[in-house]
């Protein structure tokens, strides 16, 4: 087990909003290729925390299927002509 919780993260090439973490002591999976999953970094989760990214869910995605997907959205509206977050 990865005592720091390191995590290699991909983001999808045909959509700049999902990603996929891998455990860095966890082999890297086959349909990560470097064409359709980039890298993107390393993060640390121990003091990192990406938007999007569960360390709980995480966890229990590498358990059962060795990567863990995520999406990570903005949404803004329109309110007295000022954008805020949703």
Excluded at 15 to 34: K, T, V, W
Excluded at 35 to 63: L, N
Aim: with cysteine.
């Amino acid at each position: 087990m990865c005592a720091r919780k390191t995590y290699y993260i991909f983001v999808k090439a045909t959509d700049d909003r999902q990603f996929c973490a891998i455990r860095q002591d966890q082999p890297i999976p086959q349909m990560i290729d470097g064409v359709q999953w980039m890298y993107v970094s390393c993060i640390d989760t121990s003091r990192d925390k990406p938007f999007g990214f569960d360390v709980d869910a995480a966890h229990e995605a590498m358990r059962h299927r060795g990567v863990y997907f995520y999406r990570r959205e903005l949404m803004f509206r329109r309110t007295n002509f000022l954008l805020e977050a949703a």
